[in-house]
């Protein structure tokens, strides 16, 4: 398989030199992960977010979509510190309901998804969850058919300081954008003590036998009309957890850098 084969030849050397480089000018961010997936498996980045791909590989035909989320250790006075390598307990709840904290069922937003002829607030639960699904092929089939390719690789990565502060943690993991069968289709609703949309729906979720795998925002609140997918560790194709050296980051000189705009 042609996504077997970019797992396979991953070039992780090249992945951890350039996310050193990244920190070591404070340029984190996710374009600069897409370009980092797309150095380490010898493919294109794609510039911009109007497409599923942010990168892809002309030979293997593969495009890849790459989700990225920072997560900060824990530091505690009375107790051990914690990051998610070394105390990943700490970052699992199970998995059977949405939680923003869970990284073994880690949930990432991509684009907006409009219902056309449905309410936000009272159309099925259903009716809104299969415009999603239809929407979300659809978004993968124009990238296929814009850049000549036929597979799909999810990239999620992971990534944030250790406890001691000394290392960069690094967790990239490779999934099927295909979705599993969905069983139930359900909605949340808004129910904080300070929200001023109480009552409302939040969002709608489609659940496969082990919990949430799909989800649209509605259209109150933040990231509102966005697709949710989730990640299953257990789901993953492969997994590489690795980290590097916390550098010391440039500093600005404004003397050196005005030499070279003179």
């Known amino acids: ?18 996310t050193h480089f990244d920190l070591r000018h404070n340029s984190i961010s996710s374009d600069n992960w897409e ?17 599923l791909a942010d990168a892809f590989h002309k030979i293997e035909k593969v495009i890849f979509s790459v989700k990225s989320r920072k997560v900060d250790p824990s530091i505690k006075k009375r107790i051990d510190s914690r990051d998610f390598i070394s105390n990943p307990e700490y970052y699992h709840f199970g998995g059977k309901k949405f939680s923003e904290g869970d990284l073994d069922n880690i949930h990432t937003v991509s684009g907006r998804c409009s219902i056309p002829g449905l309410d936000e607030q009272t159309s099925l639960a259903e009716d809104i969850g299969n415009i999603a699904i239809k929407r979300y092929h659809d978004f993968e089939k124009a990238s296929h058919k814009k850049f ?49 949309y109480k009552g409302h729906r939040a969002a709608i ?52 850098e005005y030499k070279l705009i003179s």
């Open 1 to 18: 398989m042609s996504s077997q084969n970019i797992i396979n030849n991953f070039d992780l050397e090249l992945f951890r030199a350039k």
């Open 35 to 51: 370009k980092a997936i797309a150095d380490a498996t010898s493919g294109n980045w794609v510039r911009g977010s109007a497409d």
């Open 148 to 196: 000549d390719c036929n597979e799909t690789l999810d990239v999620v990565i992971l990534h944030g300081e250790s406890k001691d502060k000394k290392h960069y943690l690094l967790r990239i993991m490779f999934f099927n954008h295909t979705l599993n069968n969905i069983m139930s289709w359900q909605e949340m609703k808004f129910d904080g003590p300070r929200t001023k």
């Open 205 to 256: 979720m489609g659940y496969d036998i082990n919990g949430p795998h799909i989800g649209r925002i509605a259209n109150l609140g933040r990231q509102q009309t966005c697709m949710l997918r989730f990640y299953r560790k257990t789901e993953a194709l492969h997994i590489i957890d690795t980290s590097i050296p916390m550098p010391k980051q440039e500093k600005f000189n404004f003397t050196e």
